[in-house]
């Protein structure tokens, strides 16, 4: 399976459990923590479900951890991100909901607009 096809199912996964929700008015805003790392200490390990939105300016290596330590720190290190694009994701599809469910005669400029980069971004994507 290349490499494509795999990226093209992870967006299909990414996608699919939204598709399901009724479109809210507005767009959610997230507000995203930028944290500066000078160690593996300062990697933020989520005490339970809640997993704050973080990203990290600088990527540092793991390979002196014991495999346990280094899993914990991996995980992470890479959620908080794949969360904060599973947001972001979210509200691109409920704002394509909420297009369709308008008046698509009369689509709006700003929509069009936003519909137009989502196409660039897809053929991007695919190519």
């Not at 507000?31 to 500066?36: E, L």
């Not at 005490?47 to 793991?62: G, M, Q």
């Not at 947001?87 to 400029?109: A, G, P, Q, Y």
């Amino acid at each position: 399976m290349n490499i494509n096809k795999i990226n093209l199912y992870i967006w299909i996964l990414l996608l699919i459990p939204f598709s399901f929700f009724a479109c809210s008015s507005g767009e959610k805003k997230l507000n995203i923590q930028f944290i500066a790392l000078s160690s593996v200490n300062d990697i933020y390990i989520p005490a339970d479900s809640l997993v704050i939105p973080v990203t990290y300016d600088t990527l540092l290596t793991l390979e002196d951890l014991p495999v346990k330590k280094r899993k914990q720190k991996f995980i992470a290190l890479v959620l908080p991100s794949i969360l904060i694009a599973r947001f972001h994701l979210e509200n691109d599809l409920n704002r394509v909901i909420e297009i369709c469910k308008s008046d698509t005669s009369r689509i709006r400029k700003r929509d069009r607009i936003f519909l137009d980069s989502l196409k660039k971004k897809i053929q991007n994507f695919r190519s």
